[in-house]
């Protein structure tokens, strides 16, 4: 005998992703435990083996794109494989996309966020169209005329892929183009332009750098009108059938979120209606960005239990030493802390889809807690989250840094939400403007941080120091980084103190708040109940 395996572990399939406390417990907290039958079956679909194929496939064979047709006419369509369409497809039909918009149910968002978790841990990269089109309705409700004619389509939970007249189709899906080349984040260094037609719509003639999801039914689009930066909706096919003048030039060759096709874009004339106030784009296409953003907090919050889970059933199926690799010490010191990173960021994601689900519903309170604290969270979920994916990486050591673990895919996707939709700067700076120009949001953060306080002495002191920093913000720009950073954790902290199991909020507040320990995973201090974190952790 030559080749034996053993002492590896099993493959990872046939759980359910959905058994996870961290979640369970989040969704209840915020109204939605309506859904857990859903989720469970949601949650055994993405943990089996045929699903992980499909997230594989995807990968492996990338979209294509068609420029032209066999005769020389433009048809710009971007191909995918069929796995690509197995995704969309459940990702539809079990409304992850803008069906709470058309739900009167509380914890509609909540119970979407939940599942986008849950999904998006099968393949990230498909999250993208059905992220945007579901924050589209939020810019679309500054035009009532147009949500009324787009609404119902894009929260279908028919997905009908293909380029047709929209208005015709049984489901549509929305992207988003904003960037161009000379501007990136300064949108109003765009050169986009848009006359007026005459009929209502625009001419738009220009480009985009990045165009999301260039496969959609319509996009969102920034460009100069005669009033200034405005935004439009753009379709691909217009009522009477012919495509739109939008030219895909190419697809992004990128690190990750190969999956996905991002283009870049050329309008030749194309039509376009105005969407919300002329001269006023930026406030307009604000609403779908923030909605975004609530996606990328979900997104990393995924891709941490992704990895983790992955690494603890590792740790617990492979002996080294004379013992399992999850009983050894330092290692299991390693595994409690990724899962409560891991942990602490489901919590804040879940507290932010309720306070979503309430800022619709007319909150204004929740409002403001969600206009500051979902930028911290943008910022610091976001920025954590490609440590963790590399340190939950090197658990499985040389095994986890080949492609058939699928960890290296984690890797390359997990930069990416702290890019999308403001990279870290623009994060940490919008927590800077909401605290400067908009007072309330400090008071609602301070009062949802109160109500674990006298729990926990550490959460207490932190968020005192919180308090006295935030006090002259003065020429704050250069540590707005550090204030949003604290925002998170402070805020984070008092979710778990008042929410979790007393280990995990122990273990975060002596290892988080109290300055002592390492930066690094893995610096957890003694004393604390790593068994129970890593119990946590363990998939099911």
């Known amino acids: 005998m030559t080749h034996d395996v053993f002492n590896q572990a099993d493959p990872l399939d046939g759980h359910d992703v959905s058994a996870d406390p961290a979640l369970a417990e989040g969704v209840i907290h915020q109204g939605a435990g309506w859904a857990a039958g859903e989720l469970h079956r949601l949650g055994v679909l993405a943990g089996s083996a045929r699903a992980q194929e499909w997230g594989r496939l995807a990968n492996e064979h990338p979209p294509v794109l068609r420029t032209h047709d066999r005769y ?39 119970a979407r966020a939940a599942k986008f978790y849950v999904w998006s841990q099968v393949e990230a990269g498909h999250g993208c169209p059905i992220s945007m089109t579901y924050a589209s309705v939020a810019a679309l409700r500054h035009s009532p005329a147009l949500a009324a004619e787009w609404e119902p389509l894009l929260s279908s939970r028919s997905y009908d892929f293909g380029l047709r007249p929209p208005l015709g189709k049984r489901g549509v899906l929305a992207g988003m183009a904003m960037t161009e080349k000379q501007g990136g984040s300064d949108v109003r260094a765009n050169t986009t332009r848009a006359e007026p037609a005459g009929d209502g719509s625009h001419v738009l003639t220009g480009h985009k750098w990045f165009n999301s999801a260039p496969m959609c039914d319509a ?73 975004t953003r609530l996606d990328c907090v979900i997104g990393s919050a995924a891709g941490m239990r992704y990895g983790v889970t992955r690494a603890v059933h590792h ?27 891991s942990e602490a960021a489901t919590a804040l994601m879940t507290r932010l889809a309720g306070a979503t689900d309430r800022a619709v519903a007319g909150d204004r309170a929740e409002s403001a807690l969600r206009r500051v604290a979902l930028a911290a969270a943008k910022y610091w979920v976001c920025k954590r989250a490609p440590m963790h994916a590399a340190e939950a990486l090197e658990c499985l050591g040389g095994n986890g840094y080949v492609e058939e673990s699928q960890l290296p895919r984690l890797f390359r996707e997990s930069p990416l939400n702290g890019i999308w939709e403001g990279s870290g700067n623009v994060a940490a700076l919008d927590v800077l403007r909401a605290l400067v120009r908009e007072p309330e949001t400090s008071e609602a953060f301070f009062a949802e941080v109160s109500l674990a306080a006298g ?14 920093s935030l006090g002259d913000l003065a020429d704050a720009e250069p540590r707005a980084r550090r204030i949003a950073e604290d925002m998170a954790l402070v805020l984070q902290g008092s979710l778990l103190v008042r929410l979790a199991p007393p280990a995990v909020a122990d273990a975060f507040c002596a290892s988080r708040l109290s300055g002592g320990p390492g930066r690094a995973f893995g610096t957890l201090p003694t004393g604390l109940d790593l068994d129970a974190l890593v119990a946590r952790g363990t998939p099911r």
């Open 72 to 110: 020389g006419r433009r048809i710009d369509e971007v191909e995918f494989h069929p796995a690509w369409h197995e995704l969309m497809t459940v990702a539809v039909e079990n409304g992850m996309h803008a069906t709470p918009w058309a739900s009167a149910r509380p914890g509609a968002h909540v």
């Open 219 to 291: 996009f969102l689009v920034l460009a100069q009108a005669p009033g200034g930066l405005s935004c439009f909706l753009l379709p691909r096919v217009l009522p009477d059938g012919t495509r739109n003048a939008v030219h895909l030039m190419r697809l992004k060759d990128k690190l990750g979120n190969r999956s996905n096709a991002s283009a870049e874009v050329e309008y030749h004339g194309a039509t376009a209606w105005l969407v919300g106030e002329e001269g006023r784009g930026v406030r307009t296409i604000l609403e779908m960005v923030n909605m």
């Open 315 to 341: 740790a617990r199926g492979r002996g080294v030493f004379g013992r399992k690799l999850a009983d050894q010490p330092l290692m299991r010191n390693v595994l409690a802390d990724l899962v409560l990173e």
């Open 455 to 468: 729990a926990d002495r550490r959460l207490d002191e932190a968020a005192d120091r919180l308090r006295k």
